[in-house]
């Protein structure tokens, strides 16, 4: 039916419709309307801090390689005074300036110029030919690199502005450089077994969880998004009581987590999403230093959904989260009274007040095992059995178990 | 498809389905209900000395004006098949409490609901409803379907509560076999210029709102234009029962606030609490404040694709108009 044609005038045009005495409408020029601050491309650049540091701790990369090969203090500060003047000055084709050409070419791009082999530990500081890239995602690859850059724009492309669940690919752009940092530099996360993640399709990964804040999580998903093939960006099952807590309940949800109602893990799977899920839930987090890396019971509704969309589960071990903030004691009474999860006392908490929540620096180790095909051998209507549904998550509990045991 | 009746057609989402309805080869007769005038947009339509669309004048909450109508010679003569029920929304969504205290919005849907029931040519009724009568979860994403528990709470706010009393009216009646009712349930909808309808929050004159600070539910929103699609797909429809109907976007409450002219201000939520009951002691309106306002939601609308044929034609979004001001614009995709 194509009722559209025969309408008067069928482009929409402003102050058309049904505003005449529909209540007043936003006056012309109105600036209360304002814009998407994630799709406002004229505001201030939020990257401009992070690269501003970024070419300080180049300088100071050239100065120490400078340092090395002989130069003396002396002949560093008329490079770094030239290198000043020469932004200052408007420079003209051809007349890069020999005293700082990486500085100029870190700044302000150009496709014909040669790009700089990257360092082999700083894949932060690696480029390559930013030219595919859409301008948002050229800055960010200049900040981590290249590879991440595109795959954060792989995990993004189709999304326009939200998904269903709230994710924002801007929002995830503003915030992958804070968390790859983490990644990188202040986890040291090392991973193995990629080749166990499913390229497309729905799929299930299993994590023991620990550590008080959910930072394994974020690393895992990191880790995810860094090393599948194509890249694949993990949806996190959050417990409830995540969805409730202000502002956190908004972050989460713009970076694709997801709070586990059954519907979310449905529906998740049904558009053939990877789904990371923490079995032992808020037991996990909250168990004492004398549990660490001991599993504490599951809850199995994953493997129902598993088995009902017919998605493998991988069990997954990630060591160094129970490392991270070693609980010696939960006040439980206290947590009830605060109606939070748990009221924990730590080496560092609450002696140093919230400064104390924040994990230590501990190295993570992340580990993907075989897949568990659970409904290549039972029906979709297996899910239906507590029993069978009890037995396989101890499978998928069991699995995450060895797994852990081998690599401690 | 027969002539069909359309309530509160002087609204803006009435006047979209009956324009719609007018352009519609299949549409013979329209009777179009109002408790104003006649809109000025009908007026081309009603040329003539026999014309295919006919207003009249009607109190929707009053029992004895609804059944007069309903029972007339005039109705039978205009072979009235199907009615949609469109709710009371704008400006004023909601009038003074009729009888017993119920309100105008659940009076009028049991009112045309009955009606409709005894009439004995009208054989299908559409019914628009509302997605906010769902119980939300904390979380930002409540996926909801059809059959998704509704919010019984006692606690709901009354401005909700109509939205609830009316869909189990609707919903008690889809069951029945002489009628057949098709539910609708609407999220936010929005207007070329920065309108907006069915919002509890939202609705109503532009200008700023209190929203709790911390939560920035996601809000799914339909096109006006859509929602005339989506009538007259049910109307053509032999299925019955209640559908969930929603565009293609989704955007967190503070934006749909900025984008339709009504900028959230966030109040943390103690603060919030006492500056609702502040403005109802003050007499500027009761304090609105339900899940709706921190929990989001998207709408599983996958039934009404399959069985109904309903798919959204128009994008929203901003667009910069001619005098340099961003305007919400729904376009087609």
Known sequence: ?408 | MGGVLVTHADLPLGRRIVKLLWYDPGTPRIVALGEGPAPRAFDSFRIGTQPRLVYERLDHARQRSVAELFRSRRLRELEIQSVVYVPRHGASPEGRPVVAHVPTRTAEARLILHQAVEHREIRSLVALGSAFVYQLTPGNANHLLEDSPLDLDPAVPAALRTWIDSDMLFQAEAAGRRLRVTLLRLPTVVASGGFVYLHPLLEGAAGPRLRSAGFDPLCPVIADKDVAHAVLTALASPAVGVFNIAGRERVPLSVLGRWTGRPLLALPGPLLRAAGRSAARLGLGDPFDAPLLRFGMSLDTRRAAAELGFAPRYRIGLERAGDGALRLEAVTA
């Open chain 1, 1 to 408: 039916m194509s009722h559209d044609e025969q309408l008067p005038d069928p482009t929409p045009r402003y102050g058309d419709g049904p505003e005449r005495d529909g209540g007043p409408g936003p006056a012309a020029g109105d600036a209360a309307l304002g814009s998407d601050p994630f799709a406002d491309r004229d505001g201030p650049d939020p990257l401009a801090p992070w690269l501003d540091a970024l070419d300080r701790i180049t300088a100071g990369e050239i100065l120490a390689v400078a340092a090395e090969s002989g130069a003396t203090a002396k002949s560093r500060q008329p490079a770094r005074a030239d290198e000043l003047a020469e932004r200052r000055e408007p420079r003209t084709a051809g007349a890069a300036s020999p005293a700082a050409p990486a500085i100029q070419r870190r700044r302000r791009p150009r496709a014909s110029q040669p790009t700089r082999t990257a360092p082999p530990r700083g894949q932060a500081l690696r480029r390559g030919d930013e030219s595919e890239l859409p301008p948002e995602l050229r800055l960010l690859a200049r900040l981590v690199g290249d590879d991440p850059a595109r795959r954060l724009a792989a995990v993004g492309a189709g999304i326009d502005g939200w998904d269903r669940f709230g994710l924002s690919p801007n929002a995830l752009q503003q915030a992958f450089p804070i968390f790859y940092a983490l990644y990188r530099s202040y986890f040291r996360v090392r991973s193995e077994g990629h080749q166990n993640l499913p390229a497309t399709g729905p799929v299930v990964l299993a994590a023991n969880h620990g550590g008080l804040l959910p930072f394994d999580g974020a690393m895992a998903v990191m880790d995810v998004l860094l090393h599948s093939e194509p890249p694949r960006l993990a949806r996190a099952i959050l417990d409830r009581f995540a969805g409730a807590l202000p502002w956190v309940n908004v972050f989460m949800a713009r970076v694709g987590q997801v709070v586990g109602t059954h519907e979310n893990f449905s529906r998740l799977l049904d558009d053939g999403e990877a789904i990371l899920v923490f079995p032992e839930g808020i037991d996990g987090i909250r168990k004492p230093i004398t549990q660490r890396y001991r599993l504490q019971a599951f809850h199995v509704g994953f493997v129902e959904h598993a088995l009902r969309a017919g998605a493998p589960v991988v069990p997954m071990a990630i060591l160094g989260s129970d490392d991270q903030a070693p609980i010696l004691f939960d006040v439980k009474p206290l947590a009830r009274w605060l109606g939070l999860p748990a009221a924990p006392i730590t080496p560092t908490f609450p002696w140093f007040g919230p400064v104390g929540l924040l994990p230590y620096p501990v190295r993570y180790r992340i580990v993907y095992g075989e897949p568990l095909c659970f409904h290549e051998r039972f029906a979709a209507s297996a899910a239906d059995d507590p029993a069978v549904v009890s037995a396989l998550a101890g499978q998928v509990r069991r699995a995450i178990q060895r797994l852990i045991d081998g690599k401690r």
